[in-house]
C-alpha cells in the first residue's frame, strides 16, 4: 500500500512557475513508475507527466511539452512537477498516482485507469 500526498498548489499570474510534490509513503515508493494528473471543472482528468521508477525516461502530454517538467528523488520518496510559463488553462486540480499497471504502449504513462495509487490533489490556479 502506498500513500500520496501531493502540496505546492496555489494560485500564480500566467507566465509564472510553481512546483508542486508528491510525498509517498508506504510501500516503496521508489518502485513505481509514477504521475501527473490534473482535472479542470467540468473536464475529464488528464494525464500531464510520467516518470519510470528510476527516473531515467519520461513522457509529456503536448499541452505542456517544454514547460513542465517530472522529476523524482527516490532517497526522498518524493516526485516533483516543475511549472514554467503557466497559463490560465493550466488551471486545475493536479493529482500524483503511482503504480503503474500496465506499461505496454508509449502513451501507458498517461492513462488514468493504468495506476493503483492516487492522492488527494492539489489545486493550480493562473489567472490572466
Known amino acids: 500500500q502506498v500513500q500520496l500526498v501531493e502540496s505546492g498548489g496555489g494560485s500564480v499570474q500566467a507566465g509564472g512557475s510553481l512546483r508542486l510534490s508528491c510525498a509517498a509513503s508506504?510501500?516503496?515508493?521508489?518502485?513505481?513508475?509514477s504521475a501527473w494528473f490534473r482535472q479542470a471543472p467540468e473536464k475529464e482528468r488528464e494525464g500531464v507527466a510520467g516518470?519510470?521508477?528510476?527516473?531515467?525516461?519520461?513522457t509529456y502530454a503536448d499541452s505542456v511539452k517544454g514547460r513542465f517538467t517530472i522529476s523524482r528523488d527516490n532517497d526522498k520518496n518524493t516526485m516533483y512537477l516543475e511549472m514554467h510559463s503557466l497559463r490560465p488553462e493550466d488551471t486545475a486540480t493536479y493529482y500524483c498516482?503511482?503504480?503503474?499497471?500496465?506499461?505496454?504502449?508509449?502513451?501507458?504513462?498517461?492513462?488514468?485507469?493504468?495506476?493503483?495509487?492516487w492522492g488527494q490533489g492539489t489545486q493550480v490556479t493562473v489567472s490572466s
Open positions: 498516482a503511482a503504480y503503474l499497471i500496465d506499461p505496454k504502449g508509449s502513451l501507458a504513462r498517461l492513462r488514468i485507469d493504468n495506476y493503483k495509487y
Open positions: 508506504g510501500s516503496p515508493h521508489s518502485w513505481y513508475s
Open positions: 516518470i519510470d521508477a528510476t527516473g531515467s525516461t519520461s
